[in-house]
């Protein structure tokens, strides 16, 4: 039984940073791995996601703020928001691709197993 289980959202002010991770369980922690956000009324947004050998991708709307990282030891995924932005405000998933063949890449299509989201909010 597959497992991802978000934590770290929470109100962040404009400008500062906020760290998100995300704990795999059940699960062979060696796949490629994504953050995705979605805002009320807005679809479902890739915002970074990394490969077993740490190759990272960003969307061009976080790129320089957002950092992707993981660490296997502890099978878990980090999002750092840093300067943040108000319209970074939304519920944030984590997502693993299915395929030991993988490389990082954002589009939701690409993933078989979802968290239940973290809540950022931008004050």
């Known amino acids: 039984h597959v497992q991802l289980v978000e934590s770290g959202g929470g109100s962040v002010q404009a400008g500062g940073s906020l760290r998100l991770s995300c704990a795999a369980s059940g699960y062979t922690y060696s796949h490629c791995m994504g953050w995705s956000r979605q805002a009320p009324g807005k679809e479902r947004e890739g915002v970074a996601a990394i490969d077993r050998q740490t190759t990272t991708t960003y969307a061009s709307s976080v790129k320089g703020r957002f950092i992707v990282s993981r660490d296997d030891a502890k099978n878990t995924l980090h999002l750092e928001i840093g300067s943040a932005k108000p319209e970074d405000a939304a519920m944030y998933y984590c997502?693993?691709?299915?395929?030991?063949?993988?490389?990082?890449?954002?589009?939701?299509?690409?993933?078989?197993?979802w968290g239940q989201g973290t809540q950022v909010t931008v004050s």
């Open positions: 997502a693993a691709q299915v395929s030991a063949y993988c490389y990082a890449r954002l589009d939701a299509s690409a993933y078989g197993y």
